[in-house]
Every structure is written in structure tokens, then in C-alpha cells.
């Protein structure tokens, strides 16, 4: 099956848009995690995980108003629904697709600590576009057209 080129633009855009927020998300993340680890001297483990939430929450947010936003505009009334499929997905996918990659790449590929995690950046970026693209903010269904003869 192949995209008509309109729709690879509509793709590529959206896949760009993506990973502009991704961007803002992991600056984000890092400086939630050194103002509760740091200055409010939280411990590492509940700093993490909230510096961690706190970028979802983030993503969700930009995702709804830049990335999805046309998809989004129409079903305003679904937000809580598609904010906790995000969270539960992505948080899914990023924690446990973070430490499978990691983990893969450093044992089966010998990479270093670094290169391993920005490889599994990457790879839960790709299988988070197509969860999010594909069930959180995916397209509503077309409503069928009316049939001629029932106007007749």
C-alpha cells in the first residue's frame, strides 16, 4: 500500500512535529529532575519519576494544541480519555522500551551506556509516533455519506 504524497506530507509534518515536542519534553525532564533532585533534594527515585511525568504531561499537552491539533479540535470533549491512553501508553512504552533497548544494546551490541540509551530514545520515539498517531489521536471516523436513495 502506498501513501499518496499528500499524505506522506501530512506524515512527515506530523512526524517532525513529533519530535519538536519530544525535544521540548527531555529539557523538560531534565531540568524537573535537577530542580526536585537538587534544589528540593527529593530523592532520585521519586524525582525521576515525577521529572518523568512531568514531560508526559508536557508532550500530552503539545501534542494536543501542535502535533494533533487538527485531529484534536474536534473532539475537545475526549481530552481526559486521550490524556490518560497517552500517558499510560507512552509511559509504557518509554519505561519499558527504555530498559528492553538498553538493555539489548548493551548486551548484544557491547555499545556503551550513552550510545544505548540515545538508540533507545529513538527507537520508543518511532513506536511512540505510531501508538500515538495510530490510537491516541487518531482520526475520527469518516461519517458515511447519506445514501441517494434514502433522500428520494
Same mark, same amino acid.
Given at each position: 500500500?502506498?501513501?499518496? *504524497?499528500?499524505?506522506?506530507?501530512? /506524515?512527515?509534518?506530523?512526524?517532525?512535529?513529533?519530535? =519538536?515536542?519530544?525535544?521540548? $519534553?527531555?529539557?523538560?525532564?531534565? #531540568? &524537573?529532575?535537577?530542580?526536585? $533532585? *537538587?534544589?528540593?533534594?527529593? %530523592?532520585?527515585? +521519586?524525582?525521576? &519519576?515525577?521529572?518523568?511525568?512531568?514531560?508526559? /504531561?508536557?508532550?500530552?499537552? +503539545?501534542?494536543?494544541?501542535?502535533? +494533533? =491539533? %487538527?485531529?484534536?479540535? &474536534?473532539?475537545? %470533549?475526549?481530552?481526559?480519555?486521550?490524556? /490518560?491512553?497517552?500517558?499510560?501508553?507512552? $509511559?509504557?512504552?518509554?519505561? $519499558?522500551?527504555?530498559?528492553?533497548?538498553?538493555? #539489548?544494546?548493551?548486551?548484544? #551490541?557491547?555499545?556503551?551506556?550513552?550510545?544505548?540509551?540515545? #538508540?533507545?530514545? @529513538?527507537?520508543? *520515539? /518511532?513506536?511512540?509516533?505510531?501508538?500515538? %498517531?495510530?490510537?491516541?489521536?487518531?482520526? @475520527?471516523?469518516? *461519517?458515511?455519506?447519506? =445514501?441517494?436513495?434514502?433522500?428520494?
Amino acid at each position: 500500500m502506498t501513501i499518496p *504524497s499528500k499524505g506522506r506530507f501530512l /506524515l512527515l509534518s506530523c512526524w517532525l512535529k513529533f519530535n =519538536s515536542v519530544g525535544a521540548m $519534553g527531555i529539557c523538560v525532564q531534565i #531540568l &524537573a529532575v535537577y530542580l526536585l $533532585g *537538587s534544589v528540593f533534594d527529593l %530523592d532520585f527515585h +521519586w524525582a525521576t &519519576a515525577l521529572a518523568v511525568e512531568t514531560a508526559v /504531561l508536557h508532550n500530552f499537552f +503539545w501534542h494536543e494544541q501542535f502535533t +494533533w =491539533s %487538527d485531529r484534536c479540535a &474536534a473532539a475537545r %470533549d475526549r481530552i481526559l480519555r486521550r490524556l /490518560l491512553a497517552f500517558n499510560g501508553t507512552t $509511559g509504557v512504552v518509554s519505561i $519499558g522500551g527504555n530498559l528492553l533497548f538498553v538493555s #539489548l544494546f548493551m548486551h548484544e #551490541l557491547h555499545a556503551p551506556l550513552l550510545a544505548a540509551n540515545l #538508540l533507545a530514545i @529513538a527507537a520508543c *520515539s /518511532l513506536i511512540n509516533f505510531i501508538v500515538n %498517531d495510530k490510537l491516541v489521536f487518531r482520526r @475520527a471516523p469518516k *461519517s458515511p455519506e447519506p =445514501s441517494r436513495l434514502a433522500s428520494q
